[in-house]
């Protein structure tokens, strides 16, 4: 078991660059089984998640050949289970991508219930609902997902809610359907955009990703591919918002600024100097920033990804902000850890009530999940005083370098072990 010791209240100053998006890898790995032939992915991020769906696809019998760091090579011709493992599987939560995409291979996927991040009832239904409508027969046992189906034919398909995973899933499942496929009510994240750029790199037909309305035309085939991941939106705004709660003056470089619209326009009203560039966006921030309201929606809506770092910089800000989490329910489990920090938040089911204080005081506090756990880093960095922070494996799983990126512009943090 490993910790974070951050010694707080140094401005940080220098330049920080963006891995591949965490949210686009979890896709494009296991979509690559659709294809006849090797796919090559750069910009992928060093992260755990990543590590763990190398593993499942080798799982299934595909060779992964790691070129670099940040590249691999994925031959899924060999793949001679459609089983996916349970208990790596139940670390994440994209394992369900398997569904999709080996459904859509061989029609026949056995998939566990996906695990992830414990923020609140996060159900499956609508990938459920569209891979049904493409003719899958499913049944749940013993906490396994069986999927088979004799042809998957397109359908249309209507979300009840905008769902990045059922958008995914039911993309990856007709590419090869019978067929055209329409998902209206479809989610708009940039990595929809980018794992639609790689199917259709292989010779899928899929029009509109990135709208509400996405298309998709099977086709017989689809080929290997060569395809570059996405900067990492979700990265970029936790740095964003580290920046301006540290304070000092960072550029955040290799990043999509447009992914970003809905951070940068809080953080202005804020009175944080957001400069965006071509691919880089520079934070400048030396005074306290002001209160604002924040409620989460589906892109291009402030991401929930980022409330729980949002949040820290609302504690420290002057005037009191209001969060509405309209996406996940259970994601206010990082406030008690803040509350041991000094920060004044009440919290009644998806609304929290922030009054800014002038500063946090280190404590030690736990990582409930991924971004409370980047949220804990922020609140370290701007508290007096040290903040020892536990369980850095949620951290992992999708933060590259986190302690290295942050050294770099000048921040005291440190990686130990329990027992130092
Ligand atoms: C993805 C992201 C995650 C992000 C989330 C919302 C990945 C691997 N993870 O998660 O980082 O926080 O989008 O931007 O890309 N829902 C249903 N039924 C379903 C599916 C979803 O009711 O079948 C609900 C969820 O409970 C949630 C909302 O829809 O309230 C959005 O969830 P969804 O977009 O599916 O999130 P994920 O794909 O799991």
């Known amino acids: 078991m490993e910790k974070f010791k951050i010694e707080g209240c140094h401005k940080l100053y220098g330049e920080i660059t963006i891995s591949g998006a965490k949210n686009s890898a979890l896709a494009i790995l296991p979509a690559s089984i659709l294809a006849e032939k090797s796919c090559t992915i750069r910009n992928l991020p060093a992260i755990d998640d990543v590590t763990y769906l190398k593993e499942l696809l080798r799982n299934l019998g595909a060779k992964t050949t790691d070129e670099d760091i940040d590249k691999v090579t994925i031959n899924p011709a060999y793949i001679n289970s459609f089983a996916v493992d349970f208990e790596l599987a139940k670390k994440l939560r994209a394992s369900y991508y398997f569904l999709g995409a080996l459904l859509g291979k061989y ?5 566990p219930f996906p695990g992830g991040c414990d923020i609140g009832v996060r159900p499956i239904d609508q990938h459920i609902k569209g891979l049904e409508a493409l003719g899958v027969e499913i049944k749940l046992e013993h906490g396994i997902i069986k999927a088979k189906a004799k042809e998957l034919i397109g359908a249309s398909i209507y979300l009840d809610v905008v769902s990045v995973g059922a958008t995914i899933n039911i993309m990856l499942a007709a590419c090869k359907a019978k067929g055209i496929t329409t998902i209206e009510n479809a989610a708009k994240e940039p990595y929809i955009v980018d794992t639609a750029n790689f199917l259709n790199a292989m010779g899928a037909n899929i029009k509109g990703a990135g709208t509400d309305v996405i298309k998709i035309k099977g086709v017989e085939h689809l080929s290997g591919c060569e395809h570059s991941i996405i900067p990492d939106q979700i990265e970029t705004g936790t740095y964003m918002i580290l920046a301006a709660v540290a304070k000092g003056d960072v550029l955040i470089k ?7 619209e809905s951070v940068s326009a809080k953080m202005r009203e804020m009175g944080i100097e957001v400069i965006e560039y071509e691919d880089s966006i520079r934070i400048i921030s030396n005074t306290r920033p002001k209160s604002v309201n924040i409620k989460t929606l589906p892109y291009p809506g402030f991401p929930t990804d980022l409330q729980q770092p949002m949040s820290v910089l609302l504690s420290i800000a002057e005037g009191t902000g209001i969060i509405t989490e309209s996406i996940y329910e259970g994601r206010f489990k990082h406030v008690d850890e803040l509350k041991r920090m000094g920060a004044k938040i009440k919290v009644d089911g998806r609304v929290a009530l922030i009054e800014g204080i002038e500063k946090l005081s280190g404590a030690p506090v736990c ?3 991924l971004r409370a756990g980047a949220a ?3 609140a ?7 903040t020892i922070i536990s369980n850095l494996n949620h951290i992992d799983r999708g933060y590259e370098n986190l302690e290295d990126k942050l050294i770099h512009v000048g921040a005291k943090i440190k990686r130990v072990h329990e027992t130092e």
């Open 107 to 111: 029609k026949e996927a056995e998939v």
């Open 254 to 260: 290799n990043v999509i600024p447009t992914h970003l």
């Open 367 to 369: 990582a409930t999940d």
């Open 376 to 378: 804990m880093v922020l």
């Open 380 to 386: 370290g960095l701007a508290a007096e005083g040290e």
